[in-house]
């Protein structure tokens, strides 16, 4: 069964610990990315990949850190820079190439203890 | 810089009425836009597009580019429509997405 696996899918951090939130795809896609949804305020992108091994920063990026060794997998940490990070994260993946839409996880909520 | 502007937060209605979703952007070329909707305990997921020009569900959305709207339309809300919508735009050159705030719609019987 295709898809994006986001886990856990609750998370409790305490104050100055750093947390790291695995998102996990089989759908063969280049692209993958993590979204950040609080309220109000909708998707904000926190960064995105398109090729292994490589980057960038989206509108968000202070506070978090990723790696992309694998195609299939984009975990993203939280770091204990992040002064605000109770929220809902989204992870996505979509293929390369303009206006491609994108399959989205289930999201994992964080939260600070 | 792209932007994407709902200004419903919070739009409600009747079983049966007509619903529009309003929708606006900002970008200085030619975008893709999409409607995503994300239903009380599932994942977000697409419910259309514009390059498809097809109707998914009764919704429809049709890009203006005189006006840069995009607003998604339903004659007739059923509630299993109730359900929080973004609107988003690619840039046609690269694969991120910049989304809306989000309306939430509530069809009431």
């Known amino acids: 069964d295709g898809g994006i696996t986001q886990s856990p899918k609750y998370l409790f951090r305490k104050e100055g610990q750093n947390v790291t939130l695995s998102c996990e795809q089989n759908l063969n896609h280049d692209a993958m990315y993590w979204y950040r949804q609080d309220p109000g305020q909708g998707l904000r992108l926190i960064y995105y990949?398109?090729?292994?091994?490589?980057?960038q920063k989206g509108d968000i990026a202070e506070g978090y850190s990723v790696s992309r060794e694998k195609k299939e997998s984009f975990p993203l940490t939280v770091t204990s820079a992040q002064k605000n990070p109770t929220a809902f994260y989204l992870c996505?993946?979509?293929?390369?190439?303009?206006?491609?839409?994108?399959?989205f996880g289930d999201g994992t909520r964080l939260s600070i203890l | 810089a792209q932007r994407v502007t709902q200004p419903e937060k919070l739009l409600s209605v009747f079983k049966g009425a007509p619903v529009e979703l309003k929708c606006n952007y900002s970008y200085s070329g030619s975008p893709e836009l999409f409607w995503y909707v994300q239903y009380s305990r599932q994942r977000l997921q697409l419910l259309l597009r514009h390059i498809s020009r097809e109707s998914i569900k009764g919704f429809t959305a049709d890009l203006n580019k005189g006006e840069t709207s995009f607003h998604l339309k339903k004659p007739f809300a059923q509630e299993e429509d109730s359900a929080m919508y973004y609107c988003a735009l690619s840039e046609t050159s690269g694969s991120r997405l910049t989304f809306g705030e989000g309306t939430q719609l509530t069809v009431n019987p």
């Open positions: 990949s398109q090729i292994v091994n490589d980057f």
């Open positions: 996505a993946s979509s293929p390369m190439g303009g206006g491609q839409p994108q399959h």
